[in-house]
């Protein structure tokens, strides 16, 4: 074990408090504002460079973009043809060392990129070669290229597939028109829940984190110059201000960083064109899916749509739109037409809106600086910027290369202090990693003894990694938290208990959307198990009957709104108040 980690990293709503506190209490070194994956890694770096750091999320972790992405983790073969070499070997290189330092949270995919007789400009080619001659060629070239831009950390080489081998791979697909394929390898992830384990490893080495609470405006000495923050606490309303001060405040709030820029008046320096990305979400019998991803090669606007196995479900996605901030994004009308239309090109059994289990959409938050305002530029994928008054914002990227955005920040942090130390996240294991593989041989052990199910067993030990014997630990305890929530996915009761004693889970939404991620994987979106979650997260939290009521019709709402057009297929607020009782 790393000699400068201080240890536990279980958060709840009492460390929640005393974290918030403690930040208000004695400056800090850095302030993050934003607990997306990127406010996350900068509070990771910085902290395991031996700054004092607190980071505050106005929401959920990752309630922001860092939940709602394809969850891959890649360079981007649709990167290629644009020639965005840099871009696609840092998503590469990130790739690797995620699968090494999170073995639990990432995980190796294979994808197939079937070619049809009607490909014209696959994977977003900008030319048709004439005729199609040469195309799979040129794909073999750039699957080539990708390969080597992995370098060492290469996952696999690709490989060219006879038709007929394509077309046992991929069962639901049509395979009229199918020439031939290639296979591919990627990487895949929780994308919630890695942004977890990354805030739960900076606490691990000493940072104070807080989820609902919102930086409101900045604290700044006479000369202008940013101090500190003023910090909302946003839970329940309660709405108590406190002051931080920090030498550094970093903005790492996504697509919002130009709005936080704007937070102590004046011209922004940043604008974020946010483009918003939709994904629908089927079971994986329906499209026919198994453990590999299938790449639909073209769209009408030149793109690529993915089909992902993840959990239980498939996600197929996504859109890119240009779009305000007005509202939380939500898959719309138009955003389900487009990837029906796409998916049923290729499906032997077209599906319709019956079929979707879920949907979701978030913004993407792409960065374009104004003109000659840029004090920095680090790569094309990701900005550092910081303004006359000390504010350091960092925004675009990936989820990928969060680690790689936060060490840029970080050495920015470093120049300004005149100091160049080097990170040490490189090969850090992440929470839920320091014991692997040891943990895992340990848990299949004790869930083969407890007789544990062995889809439940691998959901767990993905989940938690070495604090899946933590779950086992409570079952053992109470033998009733073994069991499930909902028939045909894989979550406990005793996870509901987890999430609020480890993992900061505060609300409904937080437990059922993001520790656990019943609300994309079920077609009722988990309103029929929100009652009985309810009971179990007010006995750990100390809810009363009132607040737990409160709770759920909250919850209520949030699933309706996220639902978008296709609510009207939820079950009706009174079932869902039904079975309040029928669970109690
Ligand atoms: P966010 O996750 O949005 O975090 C910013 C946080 O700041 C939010 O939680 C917000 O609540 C908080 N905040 C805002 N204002 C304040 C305030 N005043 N005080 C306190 N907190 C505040 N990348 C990949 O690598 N692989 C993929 O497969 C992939 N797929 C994607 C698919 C879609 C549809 C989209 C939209 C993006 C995808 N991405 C993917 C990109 C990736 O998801 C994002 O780049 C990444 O999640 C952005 O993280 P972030 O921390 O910068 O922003």
């Known amino acids: ?159 060219r597939l006879s038709r007929a081998e394509t077309v046992r791979r991929m069962p639901g697909l049509t395979e009229k028109g199918v020439k031939s394929g290639f296979l591919y390898y990627d990487g895949q992830t929780d994308d919630a829940r890695l942004t977890l384990a990354v805030s739960r490893t900076a606490v691990m080495y000493g940072a104070l984190v807080a989820n609902y609470a919102e930086v409101t405006r900045y604290a700044s000495d006479e000369d202008g110059h940013i101090t500190g923050a003023y910090v909302r606490d946003t839970l329940d309303g309660d709405g108590t201000e406190r002051v931080i001060r920090a030498r550094h405040v970093v903005n790492a709030s996504g697509v919002w960083a130009e709005a936080n820029d704007h937070l102590s008046g004046g011209e922004s320096h940043l604008h974020i064109a946010p483009s918003k990305g939709a994904h629908l979400v089927f079971t994986r019998e329906r499209l026919g899916l198994g453990d590999e991803a299938i790449v639909l090669p073209e769209t009408d606007d030149g793109r690529i749509i993915f089909i992902v196995p993840w959990l239980a479900r498939a996600l197929v996605g996504t859109t890119d739109t240009g779009t305000s901030l007005a509202a939380p994004p939500v898959a719309e009308q138009d955003d389900i037409a487009y990837l029906l239309n796409h998916l049923n090109r290729y499906l032997r059994e077209p599906v319709s809106i019956a079929d979707i289990v879920s949907t979701y959409a978030g913004y993407r938050p792409l960065l374009r600086l104004k003109k000659g305002e840029a004090t920095g530029k680090l790569s094309r994928a990701h900005e550092v910027v910081e303004r006359e008054d000390g504010l350091v914002t960092v925004a675009g990227g990936k989820l990928t290369s969060y680690r790689q955005m936060a060490e840029d920040v970080v050495d920015h942090l470093e120049a300004r202090e005149g100091k160049h130390q080097p990170t040490a996240t490189g090969a850090l294991r992440l929470q839920g990693a320091t014991r692997w593989p040891e943990s895992r041989e340990l848990f299949f052990q004790r869930a083969a003894e407890m007789r544990l199910d062995a889809t439940v067993a691998e959901h767990l030990v993905h989940a938690y990694g070495d604090e899946a014997l933590e779950i086992l630990d409570l079952i053992a305890e109470r033998s009733a938290l073994g069991e499930r929530l909902i028939p045909d996915l894989p979550y406990l009761r005793a996870e509901v208990v987890h999430a609020c004693r480890a993992e900061m889970a505060l609300t409904l939404e937080d437990l059922l959307a993001r520790r656990l991620h019943i609300s994309l994987e079920d077609r009722a979106r988990g309103l029929g198990v929100a009652a009985e979650v309810a009971t179990l997260m007010a006995q750990e939290l100390g809810w009363s009957e009132e607040e737990r009521v409160a709770r759920l019709a909250a919850y209520d709402k949030y699933v309706r709104a996220e639902a978008g057009p296709l609510a009207g297929l939820l079950p009706p607020p009174q079932a869902a108040a039904k079975s309040v009782t029928a669970h109690e």
Do not use: C
């Open 1 to 159: 074990m790393d000699a400068n980690m201080q240890g536990d990293a279980h958060l709840n709503a009492r460390t929640r408090r005393a974290h918030l506190e403690a930040m208000a209490r004695e400056p800090l070194d850095v302030l993050v504002i934003g607990g997306g994956i990127t406010g996350a890694g900068v509070a990771l770096d910085a902290v395991t460079r031996g700054y004092r750091v607190g980071l505050v999320e106005r929401a959920d972790f990752a309630s922001g973009t860092s939940s709602r992405s394809t969850k891959l983790l890649h360079g981007g073969i649709r990167y290629l043809p644009q020639f965005d070499i840099a871009l696609v070997s840092e998503g590469l290189h990130e790739r690797g060392r995620l699968l090494r330092n999170a073995p639990h949270l990432a995980r190796p995919l294979a994808f197939l990129l079937p070619l049809y007789d009607s490909s014209r400009k696959p994977v977003g080619l900008p030319v048709a070669p004439p005729f199609g001659i040469g195309l799979t060629m040129i794909l073999d070239i750039g699957l080539w290229l990708y390969d080597r831009l992995a370098g060492k950390r290469s996952i696999a080489p690709h490989r």
